[in-house]
């Protein structure tokens, strides 16, 4: 199996909790601010950045 499946898997189980890697939330009308910060994430604490409804 390979490793995206088996993420999938752990994650579609609820087995895995995701969410403390979440470190930065967007609405989705501001996705020029996400993807600056994703742009810069070396300088900064930016591990994963997600739009919200």
Known sequence: ???LQIAI???SNEKVDLS???THRFPLE???AA???VVN???G???KVVFEP
């Open 1 to 3: 199996m390979r490793t």
């Open 9 to 11: 898997e752990l994650m």
């Open 20 to 22: 403390p890697l979440v």
């Open 30 to 32: 501001n996705y020029r």
């Open 35 to 37: 993807l600056q910060t």
């Open 41 to 43: 994430k070396g300088k």
């Open 45 to 47: 604490s930016t591990m």
